[in-house]
């Protein structure tokens, strides 16, 4: 898998967005622990959160509860820093 | 992207195995935190060792930064639960 399929092709109009993705996934072992990804989401997202602004209507979270692995996807569309609005906002009037 | 696609196929000796994966990835806008997914590495290692015993020769870590987008791997795998170790043992035995 290339990891940079995980965002698929970089448009020009991406260039003005700022994403992070995170995806978390375990394979148990028969009688492992079950809930190891839903332990870990909540403080992983508290970490995210104490370094970036997160708005709550810009994360999409996705739990896939498989017999044998359990999957959480995490994506988050962080807000621009005003350097990289002022970026956006010269290109747009550059295109 | 099928998700489970993240671990490969899984075989009947994957059965004995407990593993942890965590992909994050950081698509920068221009100007945007360039760093970020350096910075998150530390505390979300932090958080998983909290949970799980993770083994210094057991765990993959791959970096790296593209122009655009900074990626993550981590791969772990996990020391056996003892319910889990006998279920293993014992599935050795039957075959």
């Not at 003005?16 to 997202?45: C, K, M, S, Y």
């Not at 508290?46 to 044998?68: F, M, P, Y």
């Not at 609005?85 to 290109?91: D, H, I, Q, T």
Request: a positive charge.
């Amino acid at each position: 898998m290339t990891l940079r399929n995980l965002f698929g092709k970089r448009s020009s109009s991406a260039v003005a967005r700022e994403r992070l993705q995170l995806i978390l996934a375990h394979e148990r072992a028969e009688n492992g622990r079950p809930d190891l990804v839903i332990t870990l989401r909540e403080e992983i997202l508290e970490v995210i959160a104490k370094h970036v602004s997160v708005e709550r209507d810009k994360v999409k979270i996705t739990l896939d509860r498989g017999e044998g692995v359990s999957t959480l996807g995490v994506d988050i569309e962080l807000p621009l820093s005003s350097a990289a609005k002022l970026a956006a906002e010269k290109e747009k009037k550059a295109a």
